[in-house]
C-alpha cells in the first residue's frame, strides 16, 4: 500500500507570512499531484509534476518534486487569506495509464488577516 | 472550462437499500475513477475503470460495489445494500491522455 505522509497536518499563519507543506512517502510515483479542496467540493487540481526534481510555479505558489520522486513540496510565498483551504498531495503509480492516484493525508490551511 | 458532473448531490437512503450515483465524465477522457471520502478522513481510492472493464479496484470495494458505463456518457457507482458505514462523500474523476485528473463535486450519501 502506498501511503503519503503530509506535514504539518496543520498551519495557522498571518498574512504575508510564506508557508511550505510537505508531502513524503516511502514510494515512488511516477507523477504527484496537489489539489485544493474546500468544504463540501471535490478536489481541484493545482498542478502535476512528472520529473524528479521538477519546478513547478502557480503565481505564489511552487512545487517541487523529490529526485527520487518519492516527496514533494509545496511553498506559498506572501499568503493570502484566499489561500485557506484544505491542501492534498496525491501520487499517481501502478502499471498502465489508468494509474489511480493515493491521496495524502492533508494539509488544513489557515491565513489570518 | 470541462467538468465531471456528478448527481445528486445528497442522497439519503435507508440501510439495506440500493443507490446508484451518477456521473458525468469530461467527454473525450478514457480513464474514470470512483473515490470516496468518509467525513474527516482522506480520499480513497475505490475503483478505476478503462476501455469497459475494471481496471483496479480497493479492498473497499467489495461484492456490494459495481461500476457501469450504459451508455458511453454516463459513470455510475452502485451499492446493492448499502450499510451505515458506507455514508461518505463520493467522487467521480476522469482523466485523458496527460496526468491530470479533473473531479465532480460529489455526491453525499447518508445511510440511516
Known amino acids: 500500500t502506498q501511503l503519503l505522509e503530509q506535514s504539518p497536518q496543520f498551519l495557522s499563519i498571518q498574512e504575508g507570512e510564506n508557508l511550505t507543506v510537505y508531502c513524503n512517502s516511502s514510494s515512488v510515483f511516477s507523477s504527484l499531484q496537489w489539489y485544493r479542496q474546500e468544504p463540501g467540493e471535490g478536489p481541484v487540481l493545482l498542478v502535476t509534476?512528472?520529473?524528479?526534481?521538477e519546478v513547478k510555479k502557480l503565481k505564489r505558489l511552487t512545487f517541487q518534486f523529490g529526485d527520487a520522486r518519492k516527496d514533494s513540496s509545496l511553498h506559498i510565498t506572501a499568503a493570502q487569506t484566499g489561500d485557506t483551504g484544505l491542501y492534498l498531495c496525491?501520487?499517481?503509480?501502478?502499471?498502465?495509464?489508468?494509474?489511480?492516484?493515493?491521496f495524502g493525508t492533508g494539509t488544513k490551511l489557515q491565513v489570518i488577516p | 472550462e470541462p467538468e465531471v458532473t456528478q448527481t445528486p448531490s445528497h442522497q439519503v437512503t435507508q440501510m439495506g437499500q440500493e443507490v446508484i450515483l451518477r456521473c458525468v465524465p469530461i467527454s473525450n477522457h478514457l480513464y474514470f475513477y470512483w473515490y470516496r471520502q468518509i467525513l474527516g478522513q482522506k480520499v480513497e481510492f475505490l475503483v478505476s475503470f478503462y476501455n469497459n472493464e475494471i481496471s483496479e479496484k480497493s479492498e473497499i470495494f467489495d461484492d456490494q460495489f459495481s461500476v457501469e458505463r450504459p451508455d458511453g456518457s454516463n459513470f455510475t457507482l452502485k451499492i446493492r445494500s448499502t450499510k451505515l458505514e458506507d455514508s461518505a462523500m463520493y467522487f467521480c474523476?476522469?482523466?485523458?491522455?496527460?496526468?491530470?485528473?479533473?473531479f465532480g463535486s460529489g455526491t453525499r450519501l447518508t445511510v440511516v
Open positions: 474523476a476522469s482523466r485523458g491522455t496527460n496526468y491530470g485528473y479533473t
Open positions: 496525491a501520487g499517481a503509480g501502478g502499471s498502465g495509464g489508468y494509474q489511480k492516484v493515493t
Open positions: 509534476v512528472v520529473t524528479g526534481g
